[in-house]
């Protein structure tokens, strides 16, 4: 096993690591919030798979999909939900809203979050040495391209440490149960 299929990995296990703390919610209760934590779980999953999304454009090149995230909102609706994320909604700095026609369902957020994990996990295992050694700047830091990655894995359980908060105030079932 290579390192870049070994971060790849990394990544990939984010999929069934977050997917431990999403049974109980619903397209009902996706947007619910708490008081005192910060986000919910239709946020935070889009949240995620737009910051993978834009690691991930590092090393391929490739843009943020419009079928995942369309900042028009004219990617094709679900029932009342859109199809997509606005990357406005769920960027860096942007705070969730209460409005279940700003986010799309919850099994379409799902997919959305398993998609991006499988793009970035693409981009690590075929990104040349060049690429993962490229300094790149994020925020008020600077990292080289491979450790972005690893803080993509991090960050992700740093969202599903919330959602796990959110499950105990809104009263979901343990997942331990």
């Known amino acids: 096993m290579t390192p870049n299929d070994m971060l790849a990995d990394a990544v990939l296990n984010c999929r ?12 009902t209760n996706r947007i619910s919030q708490a008081v005192n934590l910060p986000n919910h ?6 949240h995620c798979a737009l910051t993978m999304h834009r690691v ?7 843009p943020v999909p419009t079928s ?3 900042a ?3 990617v094709g609706h679900s029932g009342d939900a859109p199809r997509a994320f606005s990357p406005e909604a769920v960027s860096f700095g ?13 099994a379409r957020c799902i997919e959305i979050y ?16 060049a690429t993962f050694i490229k300094v790149i700047k994020w925020g008020p830091a600077e990292a080289p391209w491979w450790m972005l990655v690893f803080r993509m ?15 105990r105030a809104l009263g979901l079932k343990s997942i331990f149960s």
């Open 56 to 62: 991930a454009e590092m090393a391929d090149g490739a």
């Open 153 to 167: 894995v991090f960050h992700n359980g740093f969202h599903t440490g919330q959602i796990a908060d959110l499950r």
């Open 72 to 74: 028009g909102g004219a």
């Open 114 to 129: 398993n998609a991006a994990c499988e793009r970035l996990a693409a981009a690590v295992r075929s990104a040349p040495e």
């Open 41 to 46: 779980v239709a946020w935070s999953l889009g």
């Open 16 to 27: 069934p690591l977050a997917a431990r703390y999403l049974p109980g919610f619903t397209d």
């Open 94 to 106: 942007s705070r969730p809203v209460a409005d279940a026609n700003a986010y799309p369902g919850l």
């Open 68 to 70: 995942d995230f369309d």
